[in-house]
Nanobody, 116 residues
Framework: QVQLVESGGGLVQAGGSLRLSCATS????????MAWYRQAPGKQRELVAS???????AYAASVQGRSTISRDSAMKTVYLQMNSLKPEDTSVYYC??????????WGQGTQVTVSS
């Protein structure tokens, strides 16, 4: 059974930092591209950052330079370190994994709230 368990969300003041974690199980971790998406109320879900099985990363322009995505194969976990947080970063953050056969799974989401 595939499981994605997110953690690390919370309330933080503007300028602060958070590290989100997504622990996976039931998958061949090395074959999946890992990503974080976010969705604010009334807005579409958007890609925040991704990391391929080979370690290639990509970021949305809105978080470039402030966020770092990483993956730990031993722990089967993907992380999103977010620094210099802004109120506009307030969203529910979702972990996403997808393999080359387009098999895809989502986490349940974790709330990030940045106060001004």
């Amino acid at each position: 059974q595939v499981q994605l368990v997110e953690s690390g969300g919370g309330l933080v003041q503007a300028g602060g930092s958070l590290r989100l974690s997504c622990a996976t199980s039931g998958i061949n971790f090395s074959t999946y591209t890992m990503a974080w998406y976010r969705q604010a109320p009334g807005k579409q879900r958007e890609l925040v950052a991704s990391v391929t099985s080979g370690g290639r990363t990509a970021y949305a322009a809105s978080v470039q330079g402030r966020s770092t995505i990483s993956r730990d194969s031993a722990m089967k976990t993907v992380y999103l370190q977010m620094n210099s947080l802004k109120p506009e970063d307030t969203s529910v953050y979702y972990c996403n994994i997808k393999n080359v056969w387009d098999v895809e799974y989502w986490g349940q989401g974790t709330q990030v709230t940045v106060s001004s």
